[in-house]
C-alpha cells in the first residue's frame, strides 16, 4: 500500500509540474530533442548501432539455424541427400516405409 501511495503523490507531482511549464516547455524539448536528432554526430552514431544490430541479427540467424538442423531430426538431410533436397511429402516429416510420396497435380 505504501508503494501505491509514493507512486500516486510522484504522479500529482510530475501532472502538477507538468502542467505548470506548460506548451511552452514542451515546445523547448521539442524542439531540442529534433537539434539533437538531426545533429550528424547522432546520425553516425544511430547509423553504427543500425549496422551493429544487423550484424548481430545475422550471426544470430545463422547459429539458430545450424543449432535448429542439428537437434531436429526433420531437417536433417537422409540417405546422403544435399541439404538443398526436400521430402518429397514437401512437410519436411520423414515418410514411413510404407508410406508411398503423394505428388501434387
Known amino acids: ?3 501505491r501511495l509514493m507512486f500516486g503523490v510522484g504522479l500529482a507531482v510530475g501532472y502538477i509540474l507538468g502542467s505548470r511549464a506548460g506548451r511552452e516547455r514542451y515546445e523547448q524539448l521539442k524542439r531540442m530533442a529534433r537539434r539533437v536528432s538531426d545533429s550528424p554526430a547522432v546520425q553516425e552514431a544511430a547509423g553504427l548501432v543500425g549496422a551493429q544490430v544487423s550484424k ?3 550471426v544470430a540467424r545463422t547459429k539458430v539455424s545450424v543449432v535448429a538442423k ?3 531430426p526433420f531437417l536433417q538431410p537422409r ?4 541439404p538443398d533436397e526436400h521430402d518429397e511429402t514437401g512437410t519436411g516429416w520423414p515418410k514411413e516405409k510404407d508410406e508411398k510420396a503423394v505428388t501434387p497435380h
Open 1 to 3: 500500500m505504501r508503494y
Open 56 to 58: 548481430a541479427t545475422e
Open 70 to 72: 542439428n537437434r531436429l
Open 79 to 82: 540417405n546422403g541427400a544435399g
